[in-house]
């Protein structure tokens, strides 16, 4: 069974970092791109970073742009979202998203049951 | 940024009915639209990419069409499962954005 399980949410002060990790199982990671999006509860969802099937190529939504990192490490079948310098407005549910493709950022066809960030002092 | 709004926001319908969902691009996103379904305490569920191909194991009563900025979810004979949020996303330009969602619920 395709399955991703996020980890490393949690609460953080507004200027902190957490690092999110997504361990995939089920499929055959090193051949699909990897997404993370996120949801306030009880809003939409937003697209936040995708990074392509060697890692070289990656995308970031400009709201995180310069703040947050993505990378993968295919021998750990494991994508991770390094979040720096964390805002109230980060605040939200964040999902890591398998991609349909190769290349990133196109469709998500399997998702995880999410890791929630809050941010507060 | 390409903004995506969906109407209605909410549609209250009966299981056995029909329900028609729209997504209007701001501008032309060609055939690069998708659907998903969310449902509480799950993980969202693709149903339709490229605006009409139903992704893997998803049953033929949800069907995608429209192509430019409209675009059309149709779920045939409601059943208690679709209750539920459906989103469009487009993935024509940078950033990839969501529409904010049309809530299907039980009339």
């Known amino acids: 069974e395709m399955q991703l399980l996020e980890s490393g949410g949690g609460l953080v002060q507004p200027g902190g970092s957490l690092r999110l990790s997504c361990a995939a199982s089920?499929?055959?990671?090193?051949?699909?791109?990897m997404n993370w999006v996120r949801q306030v509860p009880g809003k939409g969802l937003e697209f936040v970073s995708s990074i392509n099937i060697n890692g070289v190529t990656t995308f970031y939504s400009p709201s995180v742009r310069g703040r947050f990192t993505i990378s993968r490490d295919n021998s750990q079948n494991t994508v991770y979202l390094q979040m720096n310098s964390l805002r109230d407005e980060d605040a939200a549910l964040y999902y890591c998203?398998?991609?349909?493709?190769?290349?990133?950022?196109?469709?998500?066809?399997?998702w995880g049951q999410g890791t929630l960030v809050t941010v507060s002092s | 940024d390409i903004v995506l709004t969906q109407s209605p926001a909410t549609l209250s319908l009966s299981p056995g009915e029909r329900a028609t969902l729209s997504c209007r691009a701001s501008q032309n996103i060609y055939d690069l639209l998708a659907w998903y379904q969310l449902r509480p305490g799950q993980a969202p569920r693709l149903l339709i990419y490229d605006a009409s191909n139903r992704a893997t194991a998803i049953p033929a009563r949800f069907s995608g069409s429209g192509s430019g900025t409209d675009f059309t979810l149709t779920i045939d004979s409601l059943e208690p499962d679709d209750f539920a949020v459906y989103f469009c996303q487009q993935r024509s330009n940078w950033p990839r954005t969501f529409g904010p969602g049309t809530k299907v619920d039980i009339k």
């Open positions: 998203a398998k991609d349909l493709f190769a290349t990133g950022g196109s469709y998500f066809d399997l």
């Open positions: 089920g499929f055959t990671f090193d051949t699909y791109a």
